[in-house]
């Protein structure tokens, strides 16, 4: 089997194969992906290029291995995910620098990923083994309602290449935790992070089959047929919207569950009552963290006209002093965009708010030379109607609004398809919870630039998602509720 041996002290080469059941295998076709690093854009290995037949035969290995994983005690499902948690925290550095050679996120943003993607282990370890039941007496009190989660079945998990180890353990986690087998699909551009958790795993204890890895070029009838086959019960789905929407139709035709993660407009209000550097220090996370390419990436920044012309000049002196560089290099601050098209996109969202009359206060042109660089970038004034406000820009640019009325903050921050994150800053925690509560999104953050948690649910309102990860919520998401009618 093929493998690739990253730069530094590794366990392992990593295995560059296909995960299904026991074996790391070529595909049969001998077709590969070639994985590049996006700070130069040069090639660093090929994976394996799975064909549907390989996808249908993840879907035995996992059907193989169900019944007896399902069955397996919540104890021991427990220790096995402890297990996967201290392997993975062992390797930490090791995995921070496979995710910022392969991904190009900075180093400090790599390694807080693995504690972040390892928790999810930890978490769903102690959650195995509080799945709920109910008992009650029905109303007419002639029999007792009984109700047990039962695993949903086999799960197709699909990620995106900007979180590649937490989009995965967010979703084996639970999976494995409820008694659930499962097949996973990773980003084309990252899938040497997927396959070390997986062998990590495998090596941690996880059975043989329980958890199976297919990387392919041809994601959509790859996933097609595995969702065409009737022994798939459940789909998750972290990525964009437009994926996710095709991803839901291709569900609908077996009425498989699906949980989606999708895609992002997070606005970032400030009030002029807010501490500016608590709110700058906030900016600067939810902003630059993974240099932007986050679905909770604040995309738009709403300032209180009292306060902003010193909002803008702050933010522009911090985001104006960030290192530039190879996310592998220890004094890089922000790492490059995955690939070419995304340069492109931010780019053209740029280009498209300044022709409205945006102004550049920092940065707004992509610079010369290899690898797929934009500077970070601030640009205020920008003018309703620009396409910047519309769609993720997932890149380093702020984009900047002034606004006088709380009415007008929360008219502005739900005027979008979207519905995933947002971030309030204000003095006055009544007046920044009462907006909290109005702003149409899953997630809000108040006075701080995180909302991410293990034990925290995840998900997004209108196209943002369906459903939720983390928390006893993403356990459930792998859960059948079984109501059985007893009379005793
Ligand atoms: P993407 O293009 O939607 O791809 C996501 C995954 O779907 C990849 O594994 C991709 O495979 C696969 N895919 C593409 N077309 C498919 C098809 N027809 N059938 C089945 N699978 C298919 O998204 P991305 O560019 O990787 O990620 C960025 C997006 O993810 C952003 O919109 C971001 O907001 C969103 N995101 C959301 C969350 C959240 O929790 N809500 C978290 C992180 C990211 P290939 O790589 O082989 O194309």
Redo the contacts with the bound molecule.
């Keep these: 089997m093929t493998s690739y041996t990253p730069p530094g002290d590794g366990p392992f080469a990593i295995p560059t194969g296909l995960l299904i059941g026991e074996r790391w295998t070529a595909a049969a076709s001998g077709a590969t992906i070639a994985v590049d690093d996006p700070a130069t854009g040069a090639t660093l290995t090929e994976v394996a290029d799975a064909a549907v037949a390989e996808g249908i035969a993840a879907v035995d290995a996992a059907a193989a291995a169900a019944a007896e994983w399902a069955a397996t005690a919540p104890r021991k499902r427990a220790d096995v995910l402890l297990a996967c948690f201290h392997a993975m925290m062992a390797q930490q550095e090791w995995l921070a620098q496979l995710i910022s050679l392969e991904n190009g996120k900075a180093l400090p943003d790599a390694r807080g990923e693995v504690a972040y993607a390892a928790e999810f282990f930890r978490w769903y370890a102690e959650e195995a083994v509080r799945i709920p039941g109910e008992l009650a007496t029905s109303p007419a009190g002639g029999n007792r309602i009984m109700v047990q989660y039962q695993p949903i079945g086999i799960a197709l998990l699909?990620?995106?290449?900007?979180?590649p180890a937490a989009?995965a353990t967010r979703k084996i986690a639970p999976a494995l935790a409820a008694g659930c087998t499962c097949i996973l699909?990773?980003?084309?551009?990252t899938p040497l992070t997927a396959l070390a958790v997986a062998e990590i795993m495998r090596r941690a204890g996880v059975p043989a089959g329980v958890v199976n890895v297919v990387t392919?070029?041809q994601?959509?009838p790859?996933?097609?047929a595995i969702l065409h086959d009737p022994r798939v019960r459940k789909l998750s789905?972290?990525?964009?919207?437009?994926?996710?929407r095709?991803?839901l139709r291709?569900a609908a035709d077996q009425v498989i569950s699906a949980s989606m993660?999708?895609?992002?407009n997070a606005p970032f209000v400030v009030f002029d009552d807010a501490d500016l550097d608590a709110a700058i220090e906030g900016a600067m996370v939810a902003k630059m963290r993974n240099a932007g390419e986050?679905?909770?990436a604040a995309n738009r920044l709403y300032v209180q006209r009292g306060i902003h012309d010193a909002f803008v000049a702050r933010l522009v002196e911090r985001m104006g002093a960030l290192k530039v560089g190879a996310g592998t290099d220890p004094a890089t601050q922000c790492g490059p965009m995955?690939n070419r098209k995304a340069v492109d996109k931010i780019e053209r969202l740029v280009v498209d708010a300044v022709g409205k009359g945006a102004r550049v206060e920092l940065g707004g042109e992509t610079p010369a030379g290899d690898g797929y660089f934009y500077p970070p970038s601030v640009i205020a004034d920008v003018k309703p109607g620009s396409e910047i406000l519309r769609e993720?820009v997932?890149g380093p640019v702020a984009a900047v609004t002034a606004f006088d009325t709380a009415d007008e903050a929360v008219a502005l921050a739900n005027d979008t398809e979207y519905g995933?994150a947002a971030y309030v800053y204000s003095g006055d925690l009544k007046r920044a919870l009462a907006v909290a509560e109005r702003i149409e999104c899953g997630m809000v953050a108040v006075n701080r630039g995180l909302v991410s948690d293990a034990a925290a649910p995840?998900?997004?309102m209108k196209q943002?998602?369906l459903g939720r990860?983390g928390s006893h919520h993403g356990l459930l998401e792998y859960c059948e509720a079984k109501y059985i009618a007893v009379t005793w």
């Design positions: 699909i990620t995106p290449w900007n979180f989009m699909k990773p980003a084309s551009e392919t070029s994601p959509g790859v996933c097609s789905f972290t990525g964009s919207t437009q994926v996710g095709v991803l291709e993660e999708l895609g992002g986050a679905c909770t995955i993720e997932f995933l995840f998900g997004g943002s998602g990860e």
